[in-house]
C-alpha cells in the first residue's frame, strides 16, 4: 500500500537526519557545556527542533519547537548551529521535529 511506502521513506529520511546530528552533536554540546560553566543552574533537557529540510540536505527552515532549558540565547545558538548541518540529498524535502537530549552531568 502507498501508506506502507510513505512510512518507511520516512523511516529512512529519520535514521539520515538523525546520522547527522549525531555526528554534529559534539559541536552542539560543547556549546551547552560552555553555557553550563557559566550558568550551574541551567537544565538539562530537550530541546526540539523544528526542521525543514530540502532536497539538497540543506536546513531550509529551523527553529526551536519546545525546550526544557529555559534559555533563549543558548537555544538560538543551537539554531545557528543545526543551520548549517547537511543532510545529504534526498527525493523530497523533510519537515519535522527532531529531539536532541542535554546532559548537564557530564
Known sequence: S???TTE???QQAIERIRRVFEKNFVELNSVYQQALKEDANLEQGVVHFKLIIDEKG???SCMVASSTLN???LEAKFVEIVKKFNFGEATEEWKGTYPVYFDNTQ
Open 71 to 73: 534559555n533563549p540565547e
Open 58 to 60: 540543506t536546513v531550509a
Open 8 to 10: 518507511s521513506h520516512n
Open 2 to 4: 502507498l501508506n506502507k
